[in-house]
């Protein structure tokens, strides 16, 4: 078919410019040349208003380009080939938000201007620019990477790596149950490590267990708080922790100080003169008024607000370090026991007005003293016995004396009243010593033979126990 060019009117025909034409359409042909808009408001307008695309096309050697209007998602569309809609590149629609599609987006500049500025101009107090990495992925999963920023550059070998990258990334994809984490990885010796990772409602430091130290400065030492992480210690004043936990001061005082008007708890320690020192007045059933030393989750020594200590187990007393050793305290014990007669036949009381002898326990020996008034006696025969406050070893002639001297002043009947020695002797495997009286030192006779109401018996005994 035939070009054909109508022209209403031509005003210029010869000009250095070309031809004006007042209006011009141009059917199934081509316009070859450069084609330039001139005036003061040029408009070039593709389309009728209709319902359908309007496109302008580049056609290249190997691949085409369009720009183009797609009139059923009504969007401006860069696209790649020349059919509208497809493999689109990038899109505008009515809102002035701006799609790339299944592409990158990469901006050089060679001067040290901004690259990118993200500029808002909202006047409300809770909206400023706003960066969006949006995974939109149909079959989310835990610990999907969402996105990340990276910090990328050449060495000095021409070759591309990375210096730093955060990465955000999902624990947990369940409902409701929501989980995020956001990783800060930086470029050590080569490889990429991760540093800091928040997640969870915490923060954690070297999750992947390489050798990166943590510090942190105060006004006034830069090291504050340090951790070793090749060494796995923590100095707290010093960069070079000589153990798991160094503390350094620079006058020799650690305190742990926390007060209010009713309620005060600290603890110091003060290695310059080896003071350890803590209190509380909080009396609460945690604390106490006391300090306690707690070694594999059982408590071993206590030191109470009145001053005394207490050991559940024992102090070894020597060179040794044997906790066995022969040379181990494990008990001491003072107090007061209630004394009572036993008698092969009949009965003696304790007068109640002298009824309470007294003790020390040393390891496993035991001193037991006092005095002993005999009460009202019913017909006592053969032997006759006192209690003891602990049971008597049953080891072979080492549970005491077989035989210990005490004093009585007996006023039995048959025997002239008088001071006379009684014979202890203690029964192992019991916790009771069997009374004997001698009248003169040929006979030991049991003392219910001579025992009378208000017969004084001073006690004094030793004893291995148990």
């Known amino acids: 078919m035939t070009s054909e060019i109508k022209v209403d009117t031509i005003s210029e025909q010869t000009s250095a410019n070309g031809v004006t034409i007042d209006g011009l359409t141009i059917k199934d042909g081509n316009i070859i040349g450069d084609v330039a808009l001139a005036g003061t408001t040029p408009t070039f307008t593709i389309g009728d208003a209709g319902a359908e695309d309007a496109a302008l096309i580049f056609d290249g050697n190997a691949q085409d380009f369009y720009v183009a209007l797609d009139d059923s998602a009504d969007d401006l569309v860069i696209g790649l080939g020349n059919t509208i809609g497809t493999t689109p590149i990038m899109s505008f629609d009515e809102n002035k938000d701006v799609v790339i599609h299944d592409g990158g ?40 990477d969402i996105g990340s920023i990276r910090f990328d550059m050449r060495n000095d070998n021409s070759q591309d790596f990375t210096v730093a990258q955060i990465t955000g990334d999902i624990g947990d994809v369940s409902d409701g149950v929501e989980k995020g984490e956001l990783i800060f990885n930086i470029m050590t010796a080569g490889t990429l490590l991760e540093h800091m990772r928040l997640s969870n409602g915490k923060v954690t430091f070297n999750e992947g267990s390489a050798d990166i130290d943590f510090r942190v400065e105060s006004n006034g030492n830069a090291n504050m708080l340090f951790v070793d992480g090749g060494n796995d210690r923590v100095g707290i004043g010093t960069g070079t922790p000589a153990d798991a936990l160094h503390i350094k001061a620079g006058n020799g005082i650690v305190r742990i100080h926390e007060a209010t008007q009713a309620d005060t708890k600290y603890g110091e320690i003060e290695s310059s003169n080896g003071r350890l020192f803590f209190h509380s007045d909080r009396g609460d059933a945690e604390s106490g008024s006391d300090m306690r030393f707690t070694i594999d989750d059982s408590e071993k020594v206590r030191i109470h607000s009145n001053g005394n200590v207490s050991i559940p187990g024992g102090i070894e007393l020597g060179s040794g370090l044997d906790a066995t050793a022969a040379n181990l305290l494990d008990d001491y014990e003072e107090g007061t026991f209630t004394p009572a007669f036993t008698v092969a036949s009949g009965s003696v009381a304790v007068n109640g007005n002298h009824d309470t002898l007294s003790y020390t326990k040393i390891g496993n020996v035991v001193h037991t003293f006092g005095k002993v008034v005999a009460g009202s006696i019913s017909s006592p025969s053969g032997a006759i016995s006192i209690n003891l406050p602990f049971a008597v070893a049953d080891i072979t002639d080492s549970a005491g004396s077989a035989w210990q001297p005490i004093f009585a002043f007996l006023n039995g009947s048959g025997i002239t009243d008088g001071n006379y020695m009684v014979i202890a002797e203690v029964e192992e495997g019991t916790s009771l010593a069997r009374l004997y009286y001698k009248p003169d030192h040929h006979l030991a006779n049991n003392l219910s033979d001579a025992i009378a109401s208000g017969s004084d018996i001073w006690l004094k005994l030793t004893y291995r126990t148990v």
């Open 105 to 144: 987006l990469t901006i050089t500049t060679a001067d040290n201007t901004d690259t990118l500025t993200l500029t808002s101009t909202d006047a409300d107090a809770t909206v400023g620019p706003n960066l969006r990495l949006y995974r939109n992925s149909s079959s989310p999963a835990d610990s999907d």
